[in-house]
């Protein structure tokens, strides 16, 4: 008994040195947990569209899809875009007392757009570039406002003596630009801006802004745009990037000179969404 109590002893104590060993090895190799990842953006359609009013009685709905054929628009690559236009806008002008012409008119015109352009995209974290080059389509229609004329005064080129050279259909070649910069955490830089051969056309709108919370920014604005009808410049101020789900939003509202209808007061509201 003597001799097996000791052998018995030793027995307990190399068990329990093993089993300390064996738990310390297992709290060594455990791996922390792993944080997860924010989840890739694998879209490759974007959807845009825009309703813009101003005072002075217009009325546009804009709308465009992007789609990146070959990769996710996160990325640098081609791109294939679809645009529409449409909607409406409202003038007055003088007549002509020499054919008895009543001393205002109320002209009403309607306004169809298409395009349909390729191009590329280079996507940094900090810049995204786009430019776009292909076929436009613009049809201009106008009717007198029926309680200011008479019905032999209903000519369809123009209007005591103010003639409207984009009346029609017109076909062309579009090209667009637009650049998003982001030179730190809290400031964003904007720029956009098309030109059409159809009817001489261009747009553009000039954006800086401030973040007020993460990929929200608020800040002024500047556009001016035209054909061979008209001018117009806009000065106000934008938020965009909020965003309700999958859809972000923006706004924009401020004051306007259009060189046909005069001076007035714009708001936009637009919405994207990609998938």
């Known amino acids: 008994m003597k001799r097996l109590f000791p052998l018995l002893a030793g027995a307990a104590l190399l068990f329990g040195a093993t089993g300390v060993q064996a738990a310390d090895s297992s709290i060594k190799t455990a791996a922390p947990a792993a944080e997860a990842d924010e989840p890739e953006d694998l879209s490759r359609f974007s959807i845009d569209t825009s309703l813009d009013v101003h005072s002075r009685g217009s ?3 804009y709308g465009a899809v992007t789609f990146a054929p070959f990769d996710i628009l996160d990325k640098s690559g081609v791109r294939v875009k679809l645009e529409g236009l449409t909607g409406g806008y409202h003038y007055n002008t003088e007549g002509d007392p020499a054919f008895f012409q009543p001393p205002l008119f109320s002209i009403h015109g309607h306004d169809v757009e298409a395009s349909w352009l390729v191009g590329y995209e280079h996507v940094t974290d900090e810049l995204t570039l786009a430019g776009f080059v292909g076929g436009d389509y613009q049809h201009v229609t106008e009717r007198y406002n029926p309680a ?3 019905g032999f005064l209903n000519d369809p080129t123009g209007y005591g003596g103010l003639t409207n050279p984009t ?3 017109r076909w062309g070649v579009k090209f667009s630009t637009d650049l998003d910069y982001k030179p730190s955490e809290q400031w964003s830089i904007n720029l ?3 030109y059409s051969t159809a ?3 261009w747009w553009s709108r000039f954006r800086p802004g401030y973040a007020v ?4 920014y608020i800040g002024p604005e500047a556009g001016f745009q035209g054909n061979n009808f008209y001018r117009e410049w806009r000065l106000g101020a934008h938020m965009r990037g909020f965003k309700v789900g999958p859809v972000e939003l923006g706004l924009a509202t401020g004051f306007m000179r259009d060189d046909i209808v005069g001076n007035g007061v ?3 509201i637009e919405t994207s969404v990609r998938f």
């Open 266 to 268: 714009y708001g936009t």
């Open 199 to 201: 009817n001489n056309q």
């Open 167 to 169: 009346l029609g259909t």
């Open 213 to 216: 919370m993460e990929d929200v």
């Open 59 to 61: 009325v546009f709905g």
């Open 148 to 150: 200011n004329t008479f």
């Open 192 to 194: 956009e801006g098309n």
